[in-house]
């Protein structure tokens, strides 16, 4: 699976929309995007995933650049409870198991 | 409907001894992984077990094994603790490889001391 690349931390002002980046240069053709986030002493939490189309469901927004070389995770009211570390996997589509290969991910601070 | 279970959420072992850690996907779920957090390492993936069948396994040493039963609850042994062994160990569950989501459990914190 392709390595990514996010920052190591942000912040964001309670209310406003958080967005986080992700480099993924070396995706191949047949490799989603996904995120996952952790809220603290908690197991990770599906997010969103996507191929090439940007995607929109109930938590947050992913827009995938047209190259498919970086992806933006947009959630757009951040709120407290958003506080979490924020993880940007790429994973082939029809692999035969259900592995993901977490990175270091994005500590996201909602400030209030 | 139920999510995924872990058991116990706590353990302190000493070292040398071994250990089993339970996980109870959720229901209809074949698929279940396992994974261990550190603050070193961050999160790694140990193995994956659907329909009772190893179908992956990480890069970690013989010492952690797992098994899946015919119910689709799994359980992970790692035997002769290291201190290096203290980490989460999270369990997840999707209904086959290609769900596009996995359910993670709250995690077994594993001490040795």
């Known amino acids: 699976d392709a390595k990514t690349t996010q920052p190591t931390s942000m912040d964001c002002a309670e209310g406003r929309a958080a967005n986080l980046p992700c480099n993924h240069s070396?995706?191949?053709?047949?490799?989603?995007v996904y995120w996952y986030r952790q809220i603290h002493s908690q197991g990770p939490q599906y997010i969103i995933h996507?191929?090439?189309n940007n995607e929109t469901n109930e938590m947050a927004s992913l827009i995938i650049t047209e190259d498919r070389k970086s992806s933006t995770l947009i959630l757009p009211h951040a709120t407290l409870r958003d506080t979490a570390v924020y993880y940007c996997?790429?994973?082939?589509?029809?692999?035969?198991?259900?592995?993901?290969?977490f990175g270091k991910g994005t500590k996201l601070s909602v400030i209030p | 409907k139920a999510g995924v279970t872990q058991t116990p959420r706590y353990l302190i072992k000493t070292r040398g001894q071994q250990v089993t850690l339970s996980c109870s996907p959720i229901?209809?779920?074949?698929?279940v992984s396992w994974y261990q957090q550190t603050p070193g390492q961050g999160l790694q993936f140990l193995f994956e077990?659907?329909?009772?069948?190893?179908?992956n396994k990480g890069n970690f040493p013989g010492r952690f094994s797992g098994r899946q039963f015919s119910n689709s609850r799994s359980e992970m042994n790692v035997s002769t603790l290291e201190l290096g062994d203290s980490a989460l160990y999270l369990c997840?569950?999707?209904?086959?490889?290609?769900?596009?989501?996995?359910?993670f459990g709250q995690g077994t914190r594993l001490t040795v001391v």
């Open positions: 997840a569950s999707s209904f086959e490889a290609g769900s596009t989501e996995a359910f």
């Open positions: 070396t995706i191949s053709g047949n490799e989603y």
């Open positions: 996507g191929l090439k």
């Open positions: 996997i790429v994973r082939k589509s029809g692999a035969g198991s259900y592995q993901l290969t």
């Open positions: 229901s209809g779920h074949r698929s």
């Open positions: 077990y659907f329909s009772e069948t190893q179908r």
